[in-house]
Each structure stands twice: as C-alpha cells, then as structure tokens.
Nanobody
Framework: QVQLVESGGGLVQAVGSLRLSCAAS????????MGWFRQHPGKEREFVAR????????SYAGTVKGRFTISRDNAKNTVYLQMNSLKPEDTAVYYC????????????WGQGTQVTVSS
C-alpha cells in the first residue's frame, strides 16, 4: 500500500521560511516524479512544483519560482519543499503527490499539511 506522509507545515511570519517533507512508502519502483500542490480555502488545488525521478529536472509555478525549491532524497524516498520569502498568499494546505512512470496523472496523494503565513 502506497502512503505519502507530509510534515513541516505550521505558522510562520511573512518573509520567513519553512521546509516541507513528504515521505513515500510502499512504492516498488523509484521511477516516479513527485510534485507539490496547494489548495487555498474555497479554491481548486493548484500546482506548485515538480521534480523528476532522478531529481535532475524540476519545474515551478510562476507564483513561487525563485522563492521555493523542490528536492528529493531517493535513499530516503522523501521529497522536500524549501519555502523562502513566504507571503500571506502562500497560506494553503500543501499536498505532495507521486506520478509513476508512464502514468498520465499523479496517482497517489498525501493527506496535506497546513501552512499559514501571517502578515
């Protein structure tokens, strides 16, 4: 059974930093991309960042580019999201997700972790 467990969320003041972690278990292969998404209250979930299976390539939403950094440690089956220069509009529930090789969409999701940025 595949499980994704996020951690590291919390309350932080604007311009502060947080690092989110997502530990994956139950995956039989390491050929999977991982992504971070977020959902603001009353809005649809939106893409934040993605990293390839090898960690060699990544992409970001325009709203976080230059402030957030995605990375992964394949030895620990863990993906990270370093969030710097946080803004109140970054307040959301953050989710990690796995897209297995050859799959058209992300097919496993974590339960989410709340990030609240105060002004």
């Amino acid at each position: 059974q595949v499980q994704l467990v996020e951690s590291g969320g919390g309350l932080v003041q604007a311009v502060g930093s947080l690092r989110l972690s997502c530990a994956a278990s139950g995956l039989t292969s390491r050929s999977y991309a991982m992504g971070w998404f977020r959902q603001h209250p009353g809005k649809e979930r939106e893409f934040v960042a993605r990293i390839s299976g090898s960690g060699g390539s990544s992409s970001y939403a325009g709203t976080v580019k230059g402030r957030f950094t995605i990375s992964r440690d394949n030895a620990k089956n863990t993906v990270y999201l370093q969030m710097n220069s946080l803004k109140p509009e970054d307040t959301a529930v953050y989710y990690c997700a796995v897209q297995r090789e050859g799959r058209p969409k992300y097919d496993y999701w974590g339960q989410g972790t709340q990030v609240t940025v105060s002004s």
